[in-house]
């Protein structure tokens, strides 16, 4: 489903964080296929965006992360939920399992992640 408009870079910045949450979520740490699945990911929700732009984004969002600044989980979930369609939500869900998988180990961590952020938003 294609964006009707590319998100802000609020919200694109929320979903990077939402993606890292995840790669960083089975073993606190991000695995160099895991950046790269996020930056890959981020960037098809900024369409014109530069790759270094959206690298930068991302690793802004990982410092941020592992310094523990910044929303939460929840509030990341709130804040994006009305700024993405339904289909743009499980696109998101389906992102997240690409994050989780990208290191080619899918922890409990990340699963329980994925579920979490899944039933907030009213996905079964």
Do not use: C, F, N
Not at 12 to 37: I, P
Request: charged letters at 25%.
């Amino acid at each position: 489903m294609p964006l009707p408009t590319p998100l802000s870079p609020e919200r694109l910045r929320d979903l990077v964080l939402l993606y890292l949450a995840v790669g960083y979520g089975g073993d606190d740490s991000l695995a160099t296929a895991e950046h790269d699945a996020i930056v890959e990911l981020a960037q098809k929700w900024a369409p014109g965006q530069g790759r270094y732009d959206t690298e930068a984004i991302v690793d802004t969002a990982a410092v941020a992360t592992r310094s523990g600044l910044g929303p939460t989980i929840d509030e990341i979930v709130r804040a994006l939920r009305p700024a993405l369609l339904p289909g743009h939500r499980q696109r998101v869900l389906s992102d997240l399992a690409h994050v989780a998988r990208a290191d080619g180990v899918l922890t409990i961590a990340e699963a329980s992640m994925i579920r979490r952020i899944r039933s907030a938003w009213g996905h079964a």
